[in-house]
């Protein structure tokens, strides 16, 4: 199960424990399923002649595998949705065999005014690869439910 609202305090910092290795399966896939035709995620002879030098992991991807790696620790079963992203950046390119790891902390929380069981959180999740390379920021707000009364 994840936090809870009333868990999720201001300055609560989490190393998420699980990582994961990007493949050019999850990359192909990924681009393919969402018919990004981007030939420097899915034509290598692109890539070796872009200034990355090989093909890159679709950044979207990336960015759903920073705040899915999160889920377990954070959000399991307690977030209601996401209400919306602040901040994506992109620092460093992903590339196919990376193993990315996640560190998150609570920014804000604050109860909703229009839903008495439920408060709205802002995190941040910082995703590295195996050099501890920044390679994608993410800011969201989402919205979660307190605990149950019992």
Not at 109 to 137: F, M, W
């Amino acid at each position: 199960m994840g936090l809870w609202f009333e868990e999720l305090k201001p300055g609560l910092e989490i190393e998420h424990q699980v990582r994961r290795t990007v493949t050019e399966t999850d990359n192909v896939l990924f681009s393919t399923l969402t018919m990004n035709p981007q030939p420097l995620h899915l034509d290598e002879e692109f890539g070796k002649a872009s200034e990355f030098g090989s093909r890159v992991v679709n950044g979207l991807f990336s960015l759903s595998l920073v705040i899915g790696l999160s889920v377990t620790d954070i959000s399991l079963g307690t977030t209601i949705a996401n209400l919306g992203y602040d901040v994506v950046e992109m620092p460093a390119p992903v590339r196919h065999g990376d193993t990315l790891r996640v560190s998150s902390v609570i920014l804000e929380a604050r109860e909703s005014k229009s839903r008495p069981t439920q408060g709205i959180v802002k995190l941040e999740h910082r995703g590295y690869n195996q050099r501890d390379e920044l390679v994608v920021r993410v800011v969201r707000t989402a919205l979660f439910h307190k605990r149950p009364a019992v």
